[in-house]
């Protein structure tokens, strides 16, 4: 229709390119599962990280996995990079409702205006997942409110947190009357917190992991790992690929990061293998301690 209504060289280029862009977007390889993680409210099990040591390649992150068929987007306002976001949803015209937004703001102080500017750098009128990114800087209890009051006028889908512990997490349900709907946390097979992860199990709060391959200093070297390693040669797979269906095998999501489109595609490739029983116990044992990094 754009191109027969077209008069202009200018309006046909266009409208070529947005017909080339929709024929792209539609032969998407890419097909990540959801989970219900509040009442209505579907979330890819998978998100693109745009945050950490790649958020200036924003953009290319961005545009390589859309482009792919991922529809989970991880943001934060400390990430600087919200307006980038904007401008490559729509250079990629993909529809509102098919991209998942989480987004996050800093901590437990001036909630409102953190919000409004999330909204305003996203340039949307909703927000799929909100968290409060830290459990500092304020008053969390208060904050939650906020939180609350925007999840009732629908302008943000979920609410939830990142960084709380079980100890951060208790005070906030006790005063709670939406429980937080996500617990984002560090999570890999060298490090898990297995009391926050049975406190949100226990109080119906879905956990998803950052830094789900380990982070440099902390939680050590996830695919070098030998059980890792064993685990990949017996499935043909990549170690990258063990150490995330190691997440989700345990019903967690995750967010990873990556700028590559070639490597975004690989590691997202996890639901063509099943790691075993013993595997999984075998993973499961080596974290050298379950302690708590925020």
Avoid at 4 to 23: D, T, Y
Avoid at 34 to 60: C, F, Q, Y
Wanted: aromatic fraction near 6%.
């Amino acid at each position: 229709l754009d191109l027969l209504l077209c008069n202009s060289m200018a309006c046909l280029l266009m409208s070529w390119a947005r017909l080339l862009l929709s024929l792209h977007l539609a032969s998407a390889t890419l097909n990540v599962p959801t989970k219900e993680i509040a009442t209505g409210v579907h979330m890819p099990v998978v998100s693109i990280g745009t945050g950490g040591l790649e958020r200036n390649d924003t953009a290319t992150i961005v545009d390589n996995w859309l482009t792919l068929g991922g529809r989970g987007i991880d943001t934060a306002l400390i990430y600087k990079n919200q307006d980038v976001i904007k401008q490559q949803l729509a250079n990629l015209a993909v529809p509102r409702d098919q991209v998942f937004i989480t987004a996050k703001i800093p901590g437990c102080n001036s909630a409102e205006h953190h919000l409004e500017t999330d909204f305003k750098e996203l340039g949307v009128d909703y927000i799929d997942l909100m968290l409060i990114h830290f459990p500092r800087f304020g008053d969390c209890v208060k904050t939650w409110k906020v939180l609350e009051d925007y999840h009732r006028r629908g302008r943000l889908k979920a609410i939830g947190v990142s960084n709380f512990n079980k100890s951060t997490l208790e005070p906030l349900l006790a005063a709670a009357t939406v429980r937080p709907h996500v617990n984002q946390i560090q999570l890999n097979i060298l490090m898990h917190d297995d009391d926050t992860i049975a406190f949100a199990a226990a109080n119906n709060i879905t956990v998803e992991a950052f830094s789900p391959l380990g982070r440099s200093g902390h939680s050590g070297d996830v695919p070098h790992n030998a059980a890792v390693e064993a685990a990949a040669a017996a499935h043909h797979v990549s170690t990258y690929q063990v150490a995330l269906k190691w997440i989700l095998q345990h019903g967690h999501l995750l967010t990873f990061q990556s700028t590559s489109q070639e490597h975004q595609k690989a590691d997202a490739d996890l639901f063509s293998f099943t790691l075993t029983d013993q595997e999984m116990t075998t993973l499961d044992q080596q974290a050298a301690s379950s302690s708590f990094l925020v």
